[in-house]
C-alpha cells in the first residue's frame, strides 16, 4: 500500500468527487474505507495504491494524486472490489474516468504503453463494434514509434519492435488467432450510438 501522503484541497474536494461520482456513477460518499476491496484487488500490491486508497485521493480533492498513480492505468477491470463492496462501488468505473480525465486534460499517462493500448482497442471497436486485430495492432505500433521517436529513441530500436511485433502477428495468424478480414457485428448502428452518448 502506498505510504505517500495525501493533500487535502478544501477549495476543489467537493467538485473532483462530484465530477468523478457522477461521471462513473459510483457513490464516492458510500465509502467507509473498510478496505474489504483492498484485500482482493490483484494489482494493489505493484501499483501501491488500492482501491479504498483511490477513492480516498479523489474524496480529499487530491488531484495530482488521483490522476497520477498506477492504479488507474493498471487496474484490469476485474471487478472484485465492487463484488466485494458493502457499498457496491466499482472502482473499476472510477479508474476509468480517471483514465478519459487524465486524456482530455492531455496530461502525460504515468503508464504510455497501457494508454496506446487502451486507446487502440476502444478506436477499434468503435469501428466495428469488435476488436479488429490488424487495426488495432498498426494503431498501437504506431503511437509506440512516435513516442519513441519523440523520447529521443533509436531507429534502430523502433524497427527491431515493428520487424517483431510482425513476426509474432505472422505466427498468430497460423494459429488462426489473427486475420486479415474484417468483421462487423450486426448491432453496429447501436455501438456508435453508445460511444458517441459516452464521449458527451
Ligand atoms: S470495500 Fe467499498 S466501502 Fe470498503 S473501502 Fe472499498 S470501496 Fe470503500
Ligand atoms: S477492478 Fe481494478 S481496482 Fe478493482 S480489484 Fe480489480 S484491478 Fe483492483
Same mark, same amino acid.
Given at each position: 500500500?502506498?505510504?505517500?501522503?495525501?493533500? =487535502?484541497?478544501?477549495?476543489?474536494?467537493?467538485?473532483?468527487?462530484?465530477?468523478?461520482?457522477?461521471?462513473?456513477?459510483?457513490?464516492? @460518499?458510500?465509502?467507509?474505507?473498510?478496505?474489504?476491496?483492498?484485500?482482493?484487488?490483484?494489482?494493489?500490491?505493484?501499483?501501491?495504491?488500492?482501491?479504498?486508497?483511490?477513492?480516498?485521493?479523489?474524496?480529499?480533492?487530491?488531484?495530482?494524486?488521483?490522476?497520477?498513480?498506477?492504479?488507474?492505468?493498471?487496474?484490469?477491470?476485474?471487478?472484485?472490489?465492487?463484488?466485494?463492496?458493502? @457499498?457496491?462501488?466499482?472502482?473499476?468505473?472510477?479508474?476509468?474516468?480517471?483514465?478519459?480525465?487524465?486524456?482530455?486534460?492531455?496530461?502525460?499517462?504515468?503508464?504510455?504503453?497501457?494508454?496506446?493500448?487502451h486507446n487502440a482497442f476502444l478506436?477499434?471497436?468503435?469501428?466495428?463494434?469488435?476488436?479488429?486485430?490488424?487495426?488495432?495492432?498498426? =494503431?498501437?505500433?504506431?503511437?509506440?514509434?512516435? @513516442?519513441?521517436?519523440?523520447?529521443?529513441?533509436?531507429?534502430?530500436?523502433?524497427?527491431?519492435?515493428?520487424?517483431? $511485433?510482425? $513476426?509474432?502477428?505472422?505466427?498468430?495468424?497460423?494459429?488462426?488467432?489473427?486475420?486479415?478480414? =474484417?468483421?462487423?457485428?450486426?448491432?453496429?448502428a447501436e455501438i456508435k450510438r453508445?460511444?458517441?452518448?459516452?464521449?458527451?
Open positions: 500500500m502506498s505510504s505517500q501522503t495525501l493533500t =487535502i484541497e478544501t477549495e476543489t474536494a467537493g467538485s473532483l468527487a462530484q465530477e468523478v461520482a457522477a461521471r462513473s456513477g459510483q457513490n464516492l @460518499n458510500a465509502c467507509y474505507q473498510c478496505r474489504r476491496c483492498a484485500a482482493g484487488c490483484p494489482v494493489g500490491d505493484d501499483t501501491g495504491v488500492t482501491p479504498d486508497r483511490l477513492i480516498r485521493m479523489v474524496l480529499l480533492g487530491d488531484r495530482e494524486a488521483a490522476l497520477n498513480n498506477l492504479l488507474v492505468w493498471q487496474c484490469v477491470a476485474c471487478y472484485t472490489c465492487g463484488t466485494r463492496c458493502p @457499498n457496491n462501488i466499482h472502482t473499476a468505473r472510477i479508474t476509468e474516468t480517471l483514465k478519459q480525465m487524465v486524456k482530455e486534460q492531455h496530461l502525460e499517462p504515468m503508464t504510455p504503453k497501457v494508454a496506446y493500448f478506436t477499434s471497436t468503435s469501428h466495428f463494434g469488435r476488436l479488429n486485430e490488424m487495426e488495432f495492432m498498426g =494503431i498501437y505500433e504506431i503511437k509506440n514509434a512516435q @513516442n519513441e521517436l519523440k523520447k529521443g529513441g533509436g531507429i534502430k530500436a523502433i524497427i527491431v519492435e515493428l520487424k517483431n $511485433q510482425m $513476426q509474432l502477428g505472422k505466427e498468430m495468424m497460423k494459429l488462426k488467432r489473427m486475420h486479415f478480414s =474484417i468483421d462487423k457485428i450486426k448491432g453496429l453508445l460511444f458517441a452518448k459516452a464521449k458527451k
